[in-house]
């Protein structure tokens, strides 16, 4: 049994993972980098190493600094939450070297998944759809001219590497095809060093819907329904939601058996996520399998009343799934939005800073899990996702008119942050319908980046308080100045009246 | 007392009529208020205007004269205009009719490659150089054609938030940027 | 329909409820009395009315100021929240007569179950149990005797009038019976200004448990199943859960049913709790009716999935119930502690003061309502609840687990408050097995007040940074003095370095 | 450097042996201990000993010397013993061997009813007066034979907290009270 658990992580997700070993009881222990001494999972760990230099390749990547620290400390189970170290299959293999528990899956399911060639071959073996494509990376340009003569266009070329949209290029036209192999494959180099890609049919107005499993070592599997993912800006999701506005009952349980299918397919033990692409006639193609938890996992926590840490850290442990598939339900619905400290106003560009200031919200059916404080400098190494908002109602309904409620409340000073950007989205008609695919935020990007029309009367008082905090600066650094105002009120009523008459 | 204050685009004359204890009246551009007015904690106030209440915080940006706001429903940047403010102002127009733009850096990084030359003539769009910083890689372009007047950058050169990179010389104002990173999901 | 609602009340129900109305696109308009202009519900409702000066009886009690404060808003509803106006008849049909819509139950409803002895009547006759006693009031000491010698000792005699423990007196032996009559009636007198009395068998090992009840104007009724609310420390209630760890499910289907039938024994509107009593053998006796919202509404609002200031607003409305008896469930386990401003360690007087600090707990399964911010003043005149944890857990080991973990991170200073306490009752054997009666802080007392042991590194951790604290001020006031100290580190180690040789 | 720094019975003796940026080295009654120690905010630090986290939060009480102290699982009060408060103790001390005990009120509030007069021989438990504060009346009763030193309110009078308002001569020293107070259920 699992009695430390290190967490190879950082941000919100590694406060959060420490949440659920608090609750059960586990001591945790915190890595960081330079950069991250005063990093809220530092200060909420038990315990805390330093792992090396702000950039993560030195750090939160160094394979060997991350197993120096679980000896050092004793942890005899890691914890790699999400992006870093959780889905590298020579992590997950080394733990194992070292008799350190990794929780999360064999590294024989990570590389099966990681790559997505095999990761094609091996769901088609398995007789799970998958988009019409190539079955082998494609190396030569008159190859891809001639598989794309085949599937037919529009078609998408991605790098077998890849994940987070590098190195994909959308190809609508014959005579876009040569520079857009190309850019792929260069983009593919660089970023993966690894410049294999393939080909697959492009999937118009198409919806991100993933299913959520979970299976243990002794052969059981579930899955936890569906999240909906396709509110996205350039292949990041930034509102999700369950249960999907367009399944039916009927397609949620053939998908929810294909993804169980799925993770059997490579004998998957622990917590993953599969995502399909799905047109609007929801056909459903497997897309790829994040062999980790996700950032939005809390919004199927809500809805199906699991906590997914500790599930994962129960099957590391060895125990048999207690969750039965015919007992799981989707309890009302949930809404995640994804705080980032970034500008919308300026491209998205991540806004590093010191948070001076914070107002969470609170009550009835909402959940934060945020990684800031008030005083603390957001690095400018990382990720920017500082928050997020977890949303639950009775229906889609109440969930929308809670999270609008809560999105209102939730203030961030000395960062700039996407909090008024997550709400024109939860207010975009097309959102309220909960009618949308990929295409949203490109398709609504004017009105999503507008400014919202503010009454003059609240305006005026914005200035008139800002005034007067000044006057009340100015008074304290030269006191005396500003006295002979004070007392007039009678007089100038007295003048008031008498210019009535 | 009246000062001006600067939201968005508008500039408003504020001046304080009278106070009596938590009752103010004031006038923006000649509307009068009167409002109950308390200060909550430093930079936080609750003003009661027609029974209606209204939160306002201030966050000081640099100083004393320019404020992030955030009422209930909203989000401001307001600015306090006294004199050396306008002094200031006049300057910084002075320079922008002169038709040069300054591009600088939004937050620090490091220069990974610079594409033109000082003297160069660039297209509208054109790559001036790219900036990598907090995981991603932002292009800088010229918003249309222009001169490199300055490169003040080099190759490999760590920068600070708001160092100045290039100064282009062209009519039109606008600079965009372009960046990809890896987020995760 | 209504279209604005003016919150009677303050504190922490006064935000809750402006929260629900904010999601229904409800504007609000808060009332304050001069203490409380800078109270949250103030800063947080659309519009603000004062009502008078700081004690309750001339501004939150003061009908004419509230109906005034309606008109000259234009609310057309008003919510009394708990305690204040909210069990007046009087005020109830005040608004009636105005045409503002109470959202409440009718007058007749509150003064039928506000008077024990009419409540008892009408419950009996309506087939509910009540605990065996007497029908009419007392008055006499020979009647008490006599009374007494009938239903046998230890009695409870009750103040007609009563609530929240005050005229209220347990005689355990005959000679104790006059001394506390006289004490009651004279209690009462002073209290509700009203000397009727009754006397009703006291119940050994009691529970208390109550259940939720929503019953609409169209003859629909349904109860939310029940609250388990022993602890208590004199008839206050400190922490609750739900389900009961007592009840049995058929017990539990029985008293639900009871308590539909004793609401509709009134014609119940509105949302209402019956409260029993239970003995060890599950035997359950009708103790009173609540005509409003309770302190502790939330977890049945949390494991039922229901807003019920929602429902409330709906049925004030004139609309049907949409919730049916057949479809409610119990959904895991959800945990209330009340967090007051109160000094455990002198007897629980209340702590009125500034509040400088707040840490409060996020994540997974935890819900906080409350009503102070850092800054805040909490006034000394009214009720010293401040905050209000539920957590919600899969299962009851969950639950508890998790309010540990949040009791943990919650911190407030500047004012003394009851979070130590709280942390210790959850951890209480008798709580942890759900073992407990409303004697259970009786009993547990000194355990309950004794303070944790402390590691010692922690301690001269806290040690050391006041320490450190107070050298870096003293070292602002006077600058230079000690810097000498500054860089003999390697002086220093070198030293060591020699010692250890 | 060395201060006593007294934490609920305890006196300790806290010497600052070395700092070098945030690694300090501190002994606590002869214990040795080398720390990680960084400021997070004004008041709150965080401190890595052994690789042990620990957050510590410090709200001054009146002043600098004493602080409400919370670390993740604790609470505590401590108090810096520099001269003036060693003073102030014994003289703290003085006052309580020569048997008397002042009976102070400990949140703001009216007294409703004054039960002894002065010079009165009150029984233990007897009830000296009550006061009326947030909603609930206390009894304040002697805790053990006395005297009636001194009355310094009277019936009706509002007193502020930590006024005094009875003075007792006795031996033991105790004192308690008694309340209820209606809250909502």
């Given at each position: 049994?699992?009695?430390?658990?290190?967490?190879?992580?950082?941000?919100?997700?590694?406060?959060?993972?420490?949440?659920?070993?608090?609750?059960?009881?586990?001591?945790?222990?915190?890595?960081?980098?330079?950069?991250?001494?005063?990093?809220?999972?530092?200060?909420?760990?038990?315990?805390?190493c330093h792992i090396g230099p702000s950039p993560s390749i030195e750090s939160y990547l160094n394979i060997?600094?991350?197993?120096?620290?679980?000896?050092?400390?004793?942890?005899?189970?890691?914890?790699?939450?999400?992006?870093?170290?959780?889905?590298?299959?020579?992590?997950?293999?080394?733990?194992?070297?070292?008799?350190?528990?990794?929780?999360?899956?064999?590294?024989?399911?990570?590389?099966?998944?990681?790559?997505?060639?095999?990761?094609?071959?091996?769901?088609?073996?398995?007789?799970?759809?998958?988009?019409?494509?190539?079955?082998?990376?494609?190396?030569?340009?008159?190859?891809?001219?001639?598989?794309?003569?085949?599937?037919?266009?529009?078609?998408?070329?991605?790098?077998?590497?890849?994940?987070?949209?590098?190195?994909?290029?959308?190809?609508?036209?014959?005579?876009?095809?040569?520079?857009a192999l190309r850019a792929a494959r260069s983009e593919a180099k660089t970023a993966f060093g690894n410049d294999a890609v393939f080909i697959e049919k492009y999937i118009e107005s198409p919806h991100h819907i993933e299913f959520q499993i979970l299976a243990d070592g002794h052969g059981n599997?579930?899955?936890?329904?569906?999240?909906?993912?396709?509110?996205?800006?350039?292949?990041?999701?930034?509102?999700?939601?369950?249960?999907?506005?367009?399944?039916?009952?009927?397609?949620?349980?053939?998908?929810?058996?294909?993804?169980?299918?799925?993770?059997?397919?490579?004998?998957?033990?622990?917590?993953?996520?599969?995502?399909?692409?799905?047109?609007?006639?929801?056909?459903?193609?497997?897309?790829?399998?994040?062999?980790?938890?996700?950032?939005?996992?809390?919004?199927?926590?809500?809805?199906?009343?699991?906590?997914?840490?500790?599930?994962?850290?129960?099957?590391?442990?060895?125990?048999?799934?207690?969750?039965?598939?015919?007992?799981?339900?989707?309890?009302?619905?949930?809404?995640?939005?994804?705080?980032?400290?970034?500008?919308?106003?300026?491209?998205?560009?991540?806004?590093?800073?010191?948070?001076?200031?914070?107002?969470?919200?609170?009550g009835v059916g909402v959940r934060v899990d945020g990684s800031i404080y008030e005083g603390f400098e957001i690095p400018l190494f990382y990720d920017p996702l500082i928050a997020k908002l977890i949303v639950w109602g009775k229906d889609r309904k109440e969930a929308l008119e809670r999270t609008r409620r809560a999105l209102q409340e939730f203030k961030i000073a000395g960062v700039k942050n996407n909090l008024k950007f997550l709400e024109r989205i939860v207010n975009a008609p097309g959102f309220v319908l909960g009618d949308y695919t990929t295409h949203f935020i490109e398709e609504n990007k004017e009105a999503l980046l507008k400014d919202d029309p503010c009454d003059s009367d609240c305006e005026d008082i914005v200035i008139i308080t800002a005034f007067m905090e000044y006057i009340r600066l100015m008074e304290k650094a030269s006191p005396g100045e500003m006295t002979a105002l004070k007392n007039n009120w009678k007089n100038y009523s007295r003048i008031r009246s008498v210019l009535k008459l | 007392m009246s000062y001006e204050v600067k939201i968005h685009d508008r500039i408003a004359r504020v001046e304080l009529l009278s106070r009596q204890g938590d009752q103010l009246l004031v006038a923006v551009d000649g509307k009068e208020y009167a409002l109950d007015f308390?200060?909550?904690?430093?930079?936080?106030?609750?003003?009661?205007?027609?029974?209606?209440?209204?939160?306002?915080?201030?966050?000081?940006?640099?100083?004393?004269?320019?404020?992030?706001?955030?009422?209930?429903?909203?989000?401001?940047?307001?600015?306090?205009?006294?004199?050396?403010?306008k002094y200031l102002a006049s300057r910084q127009k002075q320079q922008e009719t002169g038709g040069a733009e300054v591009i600088t850096a939004p937050i620090p990084g490091k220069v990974v490659k610079v594409m033109v030359a000082e003297g160069e003539r660039v297209e509208a769009g054109q790559t001036l150089l790219i900036l990598s910083a907090m995981k991603m890689e932002s292009e800088f372009k010229s918003a249309a054609p222009a001169v490199v007047k300055q490169l003040k950058v080099s190759e490999g050169q760590s920068v600070e938030a708001r160092e100045e990179m290039v100064v282009l010389g062209y009519e039109a104002k606008e600079r965009r940027n372009d960046g990809t990173m890896e987020r995760w999901n």
């Open positions: 049994m699992i009695k430390k658990v290190l967490v190879a992580n950082r941000g919100e997700i590694a406060v959060r993972i420490i949440r659920s070993c608090r609750e059960l009881g586990l001591p945790t222990v915190a890595v960081y980098s330079d950069a991250d001494r005063k990093a809220m999972h530092v200060l909420y760990a038990d315990e805390a060997e600094n991350i197993i120096g620290a679980a000896r050092k400390s004793g942890a005899d189970a890691i914890h790699p939450g999400y992006g870093f170290l959780s889905e590298n299959p020579v992590f997950s293999e080394r733990c194992s070297r070292e008799g350190i528990i990794f929780i999360g899956p064999s590294s024989h399911a990570i590389s099966t998944m990681g790559d997505k060639i095999t990761a094609r071959k091996t769901m088609t073996a398995a007789g799970v759809p998958v988009v019409p494509g190539t079955d082998e990376c494609i190396t030569s340009e008159e190859e891809a001219l001639s598989v794309i003569d085949q599937i037919g266009l529009p078609v998408m070329i991605k790098a077998s590497a890849g994940g987070g949209g590098k190195g994909m290029r959308l190809v609508q036209k014959a005579t876009e095809v040569k520079s599997a579930v899955h936890l329904f569906e999240r909906e993912c396709s509110v996205q800006r350039r292949h990041q999701k930034i509102v999700e939601e369950t249960p999907s506005p367009i399944l039916t009952p009927e397609r949620r349980r053939q998908m929810g058996d294909t993804a169980v299918a799925a993770a059997r397919a490579v004998n998957y033990q622990g917590a993953g996520t599969i995502e399909f692409i799905v047109d609007s006639q929801l056909n459903y193609y497997f897309l790829e399998m994040n062999t980790r938890l996700q950032v939005e996992h809390p919004i199927t926590e809500r809805v199906v009343g699991v906590d997914l840490v500790k599930e994962q850290i129960h099957i590391a442990n060895g125990l048999p799934l207690t969750l039965k598939q015919e007992l799981l339900e989707q309890n009302g619905h949930a809404i995640e939005c994804r705080v980032y400290a970034e500008d919308p106003a300026n491209n998205f560009m991540p806004a590093p800073g010191r948070v001076t200031h914070i107002d969470i919200p609170y | 308390v200060q909550l904690n430093k930079g936080s106030y609750s003003i009661l205007y027609r029974n209606k209440s209204y939160n306002v915080e201030l966050i000081p940006v640099n100083g004393v004269r320019k404020y992030h706001v955030n009422t209930f429903k909203n989000t401001y940047e307001v600015e306090i205009i006294d004199a050396e403010a």
